[in-house]
């Protein structure tokens, strides 16, 4: 903040006409404002988003060097971060019907929200949905999203990562990382002075968070008081966002399969179902706790690296946990199928399951490009954000 003008300063020089006074004022009124303007986006720029686990629960940015770990970045207020989740919905629905009205009429209302804007989106792993909804949705918002791939240039290697986070916070407004380690996206993160954007690694997956909460919203009409059953590997970056995702918004979440889950998880956990009412809940099989469950989820056995060797006995272990006909009678009869793909039929869930008429797998992912549209504008874009918000026509 610029430091108090004095009276004197304050008047204009002598030897100015009125009207040349008046310009004057208006000037310094002026460059006062896009002072005051470019302090605060220097102050936006100071934040980066976290993954899930410190991310919706604390909420999605922070800033940087203030958390080691996800119990110590949880310093936010629990409900003020869930209101926020909720206008990031608001506006990814309104954003998901603009793009119905283009097709007919050839008007996207938020077709230069982006405007100017450039995303580098770093892979270090394959991805169709990450990298494709990423391109088309800062196109459709006005602005370029720009592929790199650093599993053949790891981060840190040709030059430290401290040079790349300032040469990008320079030259782009954000950046989205799909990495096999958690520690690429915080040091990135630490180093950078844009938002760098979790797009997977092997503590979380946040953005598909988003659209499944978006999937949710549109089939069931809310998430409160719903209960969601998981099953399959839960020792997995999906299970673990699956699990804070629940304990932030405050509904249950029934898990059954095979795995460890992380000591740290679940201290975060528990902090947020504390606040928020949630319950996250582990069964010994698939049968208990798919009772009576509103949404049904799976997810891939054989992730990214399973040596192929492996696969057949990995098959074996999940076998029971295998979502198949018989498995889905026993929810509610309106429950609806979850797989964020890529789903392999015959293994977490039969064909019958996942091409039947209660998944809803291609709508979930859809709902990636209309939930990060919103979650861009949010972290790239905050004063445009809450004008979207404010203006009070979205659902």
């Known amino acids: 903040r610029a430091p108090p003008r004095s009276a004197a300063a304050a008047r204009p020089p002598p030897g100015l006409s009125g009207r040349q006074a008046s310009a004057l004022a208006d000037r310094r009124k002026k460059e006062r404002k896009m002072a005051s303007s470019a302090a605060a986006a220097r102050a ?50 309104a954003m998901k019907a603009s793009r119905k009205v283009f097709l007919d009429t050839g008007f996207d209302r938020f077709s230069d929200t982006l405007k100017g804007y450039s995303l580098l989106t770093l892979f270090e792993k394959p991805s169709l949905r990450t990298r494709v909804s990423l391109e088309v949705g800062m196109h459709q918002l006005g602005g370029q999203a720009i592929m790199y791939s650093i599993s053949d240039s790891p981060l840190g290697v040709k030059e430290s990562i401290e040079d790349t986070g300032k040469v990008l916070s320079r030259m782009c407004q954000g950046v989205t990382a799909r990495v096999n380690s958690r520690k690429s996206v915080r040091n990135l993160a630490m180093v950078s002075t844009i938002p760098v954007i979790n797009a997977l690694d092997d503590y979380a997956h946040p953005m598909q968070m988003l659209a499944d909460l978006l999937t949710i919203i549109e089939h069931k009409g809310t998430w409160e008081g719903i209960t969601m059953a998981y099953f399959g590997d839960l020792e997995n970056n999906v299970t673990y966002d699956l699990m804070r995702t629940a304990a932030l918004m405050g509904y249950t979440l029934h898990l059954a399969g095979v795995g460890d889950i992380e000591a740290g998880v679940w201290e975060e956990v528990k902090k947020l179902c504390a606040a928020s009412g949630g319950k996250v809940e582990v069964f010994k099989t698939a049968q208990e706790a798919v009772k009576d469950v509103d949404v049904i989820y799976c997810d891939s056995w054989m992730s990214y690296g399973i040596p192929k060797e492996e696969e057949e006995a990995r098959k074996k272990l999940f076998m029971p946990f295998q979502v198949d006909t018989e498995l889905l009678k026993m929810a509610k009869p309106d429950c609806i199928f979850m797989n964020c793909l890529p789903a392999a039929r015959g293994m977490e869930q039969t064909a019958e399951v996942i091409d039947g008429p209660q998944s809803v797998v291609f709508d979930q992912a859809e709902n990636r490009l209309h939930a990060q549209k919103a979650l861009l504008v949010h972290l790239m874009a905050p004063r445009r954000f809450a004008q979207i918000v404010s203006v009070g026509d979205l659902p």
Request: net charge negative; glycine share 2%; charged share 30%.
């Open 44 to 93: 936006v720029r100071q934040r980066d988003l976290l993954p899930l686990h410190e991310g919706l629960a604390a909420p999605y940015v922070r800033p940087t060097r203030v958390a080691e770990n996800a119990s110590q970045a949880l310093a936010h207020d629990v409900r003020s971060d869930e209101a926020e989740v909720v206008d990031i919905m608001r506006v990814a629905i």
